[in-house]
């Protein structure tokens, strides 16, 4: 626990500016990002007696061992600045609202020749337009197929599409009245789009239109006496009514509006939106955040306005967004608003009428969702805790093991040998953290070297960071603080010692959370990790890939990966971090020197959280293995052709039918392929004879040598769970795999 006296900074350091600070712990992480109108009153508050300081803060600045600054210029320039910060580096003390799932929302792709009606979760794509959200995907389902009487917009996926329009036959939606088939012509692009924007219409609840056009048809066939296109006319209108009774009026003067209400206890706070649009509720969601520090439901709300609207443009910011108090002060908000939409909004507290009666409903349901969120997360918070106890009582640890990582070692009969690394934090994935190795230092299936070698470069880059920022723990205050009073043309010198004229911080000062290096890449095939894995950079844009320690080691495996893992901490000297194994056979717990294994009961929580950490990592390790096994499979000798692009090699493939083709072909008729001049040519026939052609395929039944398999070098099946199997392979290589 660090003194915030021996890093308070000097008095008349710290500029009486508008700025963002961040404050940093012993391992150079940012743990909390603020704003402040007065950088000098605000940090000012944080070095008073801590007997004076909320509970949490008071934690806060005892974690922390260093706090910088950036001047800027106006308070709006705070705001974005602070909220760019708190996306970047994810500081574990700042408010940050768990959203317990990724609400659904009804897209329209009106970027597509013919849009497509679809349920999309995740990050919003230019070009599509949004309704929602949703708290369920099936009501989007109820309320499409609905619609779809009255709007047959295309609502199936590329691949039906394509399939459809190879064939000459729509899918049964257009069959039965549901699509317009435009994948067989039966509508032109132009008028296609036009029913997509209807719908998008009838969405954004626009709906009288579209009644009474349908009603004045349906009375207009009925003096036709065709009766049978009133009587759909007629089921069509019921349809559109039942799907607008799914969202009752609740504001009758149509108010495009945002709603939203805090609940909130001394700990935790919960927030819910409600989503009016044409007066409508057209969707709902809400989130829930510990309270870090004594923050003012103002704050709370501040906060809730960043991450709703701090990735959004345009119409997607209401007109009006209604709260429960107005952030302090509200001018900058209300302004960075603003410029998000790029026209006037109003944020406000309601005082009487519809709108009051509406925020009272929001308000309840927070308070339901507060209440609920504590029921769940009291029996959680008590089965990670029992969990972390009893792993610290087993293996005789000083105090419970926060920062567990694991390590699991992934081949296929010797080949691909990779490995992974997973991270649990309070016993929850943390999987920013997650990293993947290929072992470089030997070639061929050997566990124990393998997990040696893992182990060593990990904690090699660690030690390799700790000294670096050792380095940079040892110089004066005032290089620490970085506010030595110099200034530079544009204003104070900052935590980085350069400002722009405006006072942002350019590119190069702040970094976005990547990946770097060959051992990082994020597991980009696996769904469960999809989205974008992160990884801070210190402030020389260099990733910091291992800079935090953990607690314990978790390897998968029994006595000899535990020792190989323990012979690489000692050989680097490192003797504070636990290492243990788990063994699958039995599941039991080995560690180091030890000739008995800890055997945890099979109820026991602590045993339940080792297996899934382990599950994780033998998880991880086995898809990126697969994933470069795949990638091995579908090379090429072309591959390995300096210059020769994938256009130009389908193109030789397409001309000579195959590599063994392309082989024997002279320099001359290589050059006949379009796009292939004499020296490429040359270079493709000198790449494909160093390259050894593969063994010639044999029929096992008969012995016989298949002399005129097509393409040695890249055929490929596939097995029942679809992943690529080289021609020839053994039915049984999955018993092989690790």
């Known amino acids: 626990m660090a003194d915030p006296s021996s890093y308070r900074p000097k008095p008349g350091q710290i500029p009486d500016s508008p700025g963002v600070y961040r404050f940093r712990d012993e391992h150079r992480r940012v743990i909390y990002v603020g704003k402040a109108k007065s950088l000098r009153q605000r940090l000012a508050n944080y070095f008073q007696d801590l007997a004076g300081l909320h509970p949490r803060t008071r934690t806060m600045v005892t974690t922390a061992t260093s706090v910088e600054w950036t001047v800027v210029s106006t308070e ?77 917009v295309r609502t199936c996926s590329a691949g039906v599409f394509k399939n459809a329009a190879r064939t000459g036959r729509p899918c049964l939606l257009g069959y039965i009245g549901k699509c317009s088939a435009p994948c067989v012509g039966r509508i032109s692009p132009e008028d296609h789009g036009e029913l997509a924007e209807e719908f998008c219409d009838f969405m954004a609840g626009r709906t009288g239109t579209y009644l009474r056009r349908l009603e004045k048809q349906m009375m207009e066939a009925a003096e036709e006496m065709e009766y049978e296109r009133a009587a759909r006319l007629r089921d069509d209108i019921e349809a559109l009514k039942k799907a607008m009774e799914k969202n009752a009026v609740v504001l009758a003067d149509a108010t495009d509006a945002d709603l939203i209400a805090v609940a909130e206890d001394e700990l935790e706070a919960a927030v819910q939106i409600f989503h009016v649009r044409g007066g409508r509720v057209r969707g709902q969601r809400g989130w829930v955040t510990d309270k870090v520090e004594d923050v003012t439901t103002g704050a709370l709300v501040e906060h809730a306005l960043q991450q709703l609207y701090g990735e959004e443009t345009g119409d997607a910011v209401p007109k009006e967004v209604l709260v429960p108090a107005l952030p302090e002060p509200v001018e900058p908000v209300q302004e960075w608003l603003t410029g998000r939409r790029g026209a006037n909004v109003s944020l406000r507290i309601p005082q009487r009428g519809d709108k009051k009666a509406l925020m009272e409903t929001v308000q309840r349901n927070a308070q339901q969702s507060l209440a609920l969120h504590k029921t769940k997360r009291a029996s959680d918070l008590t089965t990670r805790s029992r969990a972390l106890e009893e792993i610290a009582d087993a293996l005789d640890l000083d105090s ?82 970085t506010a030595s009073g110099t200034t530079t043309a544009s204003g104070p010198a900052t935590a980085s010692g350069v400002l722009t004229a405006t006072g942002i911080p350019t590119a190069s000062e702040t970094h976005s959370e990547t990946h770097g290096g060959a051992d990082t890449a994020p597991d980009s095939d696996s769904d469960s990790d999809s989205g974008p894995v992160n990884g801070f950079k210190d402030e020389d844009g260099r990733p910091r ?184 392979a053994p039915d049984d290589r999955r018993g092989q795999e690790r």
């Open 545 to 728: 890939k291992f800079a935090y320690p953990p607690q314990l080691v978790v390897v998968d495996g029994g006595q000899p990966q535990v020792a190989a893992a323990k012979r690489a901490l000692d050989e680097l000297g490192i003797d504070d971090i636990v290492v243990c194994g788990l063994a699958k056979r039995l599941e039991e717990v080995w560690l180091p020197e030890d000739d008995d294994p800890v055997v945890l009961p099979r109820s026991s929580e602590g045993l339940y959280l080792l297996q899934r950490v382990r599950d994780e990592a033998h998880r991880f390790a086995i898809t990126y293995q697969r994933t470069k096994r795949a990638k091995r499979f579908r090379s090429s000798p072309l591959d390995d052709v300096p210059g020769l692009g994938e256009t130009r090699k389908q193109a030789l493939i397409k001309h000579f039918g195959s590599v063994k083709k392309l082989r024997s072909a002279t320099i001359e008729q290589i050059q006949e392929v379009p796009g292939i001049g004499r020296k490429t040519a040359e270079t493709i026939a000198v790449a494909l004879a160093q390259a050894a052609p593969a063994a010639p395929a044999v029929n096992t039944a008969t012995g016989e040598i298949m002399d005129d398999r097509e393409d040695e070098a890249s055929e490929t099946t596939a097995d029942a769970s679809g992943e690529p199997v080289p021609a020839g």
């Open 400 to 481: 419970a093991p926060l920062r567990i990582e694991c390590y699991d070692i992934s081949h296929l009969q010797g080949d691909d040998v990779v490995a992974s690394m997973v991270v649990f934090e309070d016993g929850l994935q943390r999987k920013s953290e997650y990293r993947r190795f290929q072992i470089k230092g030997f070639a061929g299936q050997d566990d124990v070297r393998s997990m040696h070698e893992v182990i060593t470069r990990r904690f090699r880059r660690y030690l390799a960071e700790k000294e670096r920022t050792g380095e940079w723990a040892e110089d004066s205050a005032e290089d620490v603080l």
């Open 76 to 152: 709006v320039e705070a705001l974005q600045l602070e909220y760019s910060w708190i996306k970047e580096y994810d500081p574990r003390f700042n408010v940050k609202y768990r959203d317990d799932k990724s609400y659904p929302y009804l897209a329209v792709t009106m970027n597509e020749e013919f849009p497509r009606v679809q349920v999309m979760r995740g990050h919003k794509k230019k070009g599509v337009r949004y309704f929602g959200p949703y708290g369920h995907a099936w009501a989007i389902r109820d309320t499409v197929d609905l619609l779809l009487r009255v709007f047959p």
